[in-house]
């Protein structure tokens, strides 16, 4: 009896067993299928590519291509009136500092020169006869001035003379022998003179000759004759030796007179005719000038000779652009030759549109490309002028300049080029392919609990492949990186990272390390 009862409980225990077993089956099993099922359902929803924004730098830039050219392009001339014997160069050959590049036939330079040097001799001789003639007319001049004033004053003296003996009263004839009469006067002088001695002599008593009618006549006799011979030798001293009577003395002075007067006149001629052939300083300052013009003319020539043996000689290394000139030509004063463009200040003109006018500016760098050679270069010019190409559309010409040029460049090809205009380290960025616009502004697409999002951004600066975040977003957004027009906000969706996950496993920390493995 307690056999079966113990028996009966041992059946009991087993069918419990059993029972649970059965359950714990049942319940594996609807575990697994209901997995298996979220998986199906979950394998069933639309995939679309994620990526989290990384933190990294960005460098914008605009790539265009453009024309080498120079920035400095020599139109060569010369002062240089000659035929050209040589020409050493032709358009596209490259010359170096000191290459001689066109010479010239001299012989009409020398032919000028030793004719200008002969000119401004003779001009220079002629110039100084006439300043020597000028000095010397000069003391001529004075000379003659000096006679002008000497014989003023022997006229005014003669007239003076002939002034006295019109005046003068002899007491005698005009015609009579005035010596003559001055001897007679002066021997009844010396003889009325004895005869008043004798008085006074026979006479002691002086009172008694004051009353004698006699004295008292010879005295008055006396005193007669002196002034007569007086008169007379005064009259005689002013006379011409050749005259002996009044009437003779007024008519020598007469003559002396007319003669004075007439070399006077030869005088005075002379004067004005000797200061007309002085020069005055205005002259002399032309002749000055005239010697200074021919010494010009001389330096000139000279020059011309000298700049026709050496020739034009290359002053910069640079590219022979056109050559106007041939050989056996006549070269003429301030015409072109040629041209060169200088290979140390080399450009290249690139167009631009105007969205790319917004982020270029002068003197940001860039990168220019030409036959498998790179060169750096900088904005240095943005016109102000828009110009339409031919295929309708709205260009900017703007000018690159190469800062390490060299003899690889060739004037004319195309270069590409590349203007940085932005560099920012350490920003938020996302693919460029995730931006979306609409009325609003940009926006991306994200996933939140597997539901598609509208997230409105504020871009920055963007390069090829990424652009910067500057607000809307982080590091754990999880954004849709390839859009197709089926993605609609509010869908569900599966995200796929880049490295194979999917949004079972989705991520919600910033993917940094992955970023950079990447990178």
Excluded: W
């Excluded at 730098?57 to 291509?65: E, L, M, P, V, W």
């Excluded at 001789?125 to 014989?151: F, G």
């Excluded at 002259?283 to 010697?291: A, F, R, V």
């Excluded at 900088?378 to 040029?405: M, R």
């Amino acid at each position: 009896m307690s056999e079966q009862v113990t028996q009966k409980k041992k059946s009991k225990k087993k069918l419990i067993f059993i029972i649970v077993g059965i359950v714990i089956a049942f319940l594996i099993l609807c575990i697994v299928g209901i997995n298996l099922l979220a998986s199906k359902l979950t394998n069933m929803l639309p995939k679309v590519d994620v990526a989290n924004p990384v933190v990294g730098d960005i460098s914008s830039s605009i790539q265009t291509s453009g024309t080498i050219t120079s920035g400095d392009v020599t139109s060569y001339t010369t002062s240089v009136a000659a035929a050209v014997s040589e020409v050493n160069i032709k358009p596209g050959q490259s010359v170096k500092t000191g290459d001689t590049l066109l010479t010239f036939d001299t012989s009409t330079l020398e032919e000028q020169y030793n004719e200008a040097a002969l000119t401004a001799r003779s001009t220079q001789l002629s110039n100084q006869t006439t300043v020597e003639t000028s000095n010397k007319t000069s003391s001529d001049l004075d000379k003659a001035k000096k006679n002008v004033t000497d014989l003023k004053a022997k006229i005014s003296a003669v007239e003076a003379d002939i002034k006295q003996l019109q005046e003068s009263s002899t007491g005698e004839d005009p015609n009579s022998n005035l010596m003559v009469a001055l001897a007679e006067k002066r021997e009844r002088l010396a003889s009325v003179l004895d005869e008043i001695q004798t008085m006074i002599d026979t006479n002691p008593d002086t009172t008694a000759l004051a009353t004698n009618q006699d004295y008292l006549n010879k005295c008055n006799e006396r005193d007669t004759l002196t002034a007569s011979v007086n008169n007379l030798e005064k009259i005689i001293s002013i006379m011409p030796d050749s005259s002996s009577s009044l009437t003779d003395a007024i008519t020598a002075k007469s003559s002396e007179l007319a003669d004075l007067q007439s070399q006077l006149a030869q005088q005075e001629s002379l004067v004005t005719s000797a200061e007309a052939g002085i020069l005055t300083s205005t002259q002399k300052e032309q002749l000055n000038i005239s010697n200074q013009l021919s010494n010009l003319q001389v330096e000139a020539a000279a020059t011309s000779l000298e700049e026709g043996k050496a020739g034009i000689v290359a002053d910069r290394d640079g590219i022979v652009t056109s050559v106007e000139i041939t050989k056996g030509a006549s070269a003429t004063p301030g015409i072109a030759l040629f041209s060169i463009a200088s290979t140390d200040n080399m450009k290249v003109t690139v167009p631009l549109s105007k969205k790319d006018l917004e982020t270029v500016a002068l003197g940001q760098s860039a990168t220019i490309t030409l036959l498998n050679h790179e060169y750096k270069g900088e904005v240095t010019y943005i016109s102000k002028i828009a110009t339409t190409s031919p295929s309708g559309a709205t260009n900017i010409e703007a000018e690159v300049t190469i800062l390490n040029p060299d003899e690889n460049l060739v004037l004319g090809l195309d270069a590409k080029v590349v203007i940085h205009t932005a560099s920012l380290t350490n920003i938020l960025t996302i693919p460029n392919l995730a931006v979306n616009v609409d009325n609003t502004g940009s926006f991306v697409y994200a996933v939140e609990n597997g539901l598609v999002v509208k997230k409105y951004i504020t871009t920055g600066i963007s390069d090829v492949t990424n652009c910067e975040v500057k607000d809307g977003i982080d590091e754990s957004t999880v954004v849709i990186t390839t859009i197709t027009a089926d993605i609609t906000e509010g869908m569900p969706v599966l995200p796929q990272f880049p490295d194979g996950s999917t949004g079972t496993d989705m991520k919600t920390e910033p993917a940094t390390d992955t970023a950079s493995e990447e990178s």
